[in-house]
């Protein structure tokens, strides 16, 4: 295990919702960015990661959170050829009593969890599931896509109507 990453325990004690908790650390965009790199817990950032990094709406979180990730999977008929859209696992979400996170919870849980933790979970993307921010005239979220060997942060089209896959995880506070 890499020494950029904390030990974060977490489990799944229903089918496709999974828990864990995490402390804040109250940095800008920028800061993150140099954390998680010189960490070694992110070695690359798509171009819009690094947009959203330097947004005006990027926002830390500032006390501890308890995150719920709803699998992608627990939304997916296989009877059915479309993929569910972000619509339905927001609506989803509010049924749970869920809020919306703070866009750093992205590097909160980047820091948190390697590639090898994430695909553990059965992810591919671990995205957080913040208010869109616009990049270059489409919403976007910030995300960990996790099927590589190098720790990254990018963004993951968070559009109402854009449709995602099962080994996609959403990260919800509450």
Request: hydrophobic fraction near 35%; charge should be neutral; glycine fraction near 10%.
């Amino acid at each position: 295990m890499r020494i950029g990453w904390k030990e974060t325990q977490w489990t799944e004690e229903e089918p496709g919702i999974i828990t864990f908790s995490l402390e804040p650390e109250v940095l800008t965009g920028p800061d993150w960015e140099r954390k998680l790199f010189s960490s070694g817990s992110c070695q690359n950032f798509s171009p819009d990661s690094l947009i959203m990094l330097n947004h005006a709406d990027f926002k830390s979180t500032l006390e501890p959170v308890n995150v719920t990730v709803m699998k992608g999977r627990i939304f997916h008929d296989p009877s059915r050829f479309e993929r569910p859209s972000i619509g339905v696992l927001r609506a989803e979400a509010r049924r749970r009593g869920l809020r919306d996170p703070n866009p750093d919870l992205a590097c909160l849980m980047r820091q948190a969890f390697p590639n090898s933790e994430v695909r553990k979970m059965g992810l591919r993307w671990l995205v957080a599931a913040h208010k869109p921010i616009i990049v270059h005239g489409g919403e976007r979220l910030l995300g960990s896509y996790c099927m590589n060997d190098y720790p990254c942060v990018s963004a993951f089209v968070g559009e109402h109507s854009y449709g995602f896959l099962g080994g996609d995880g959403f990260a919800f506070i509450g």
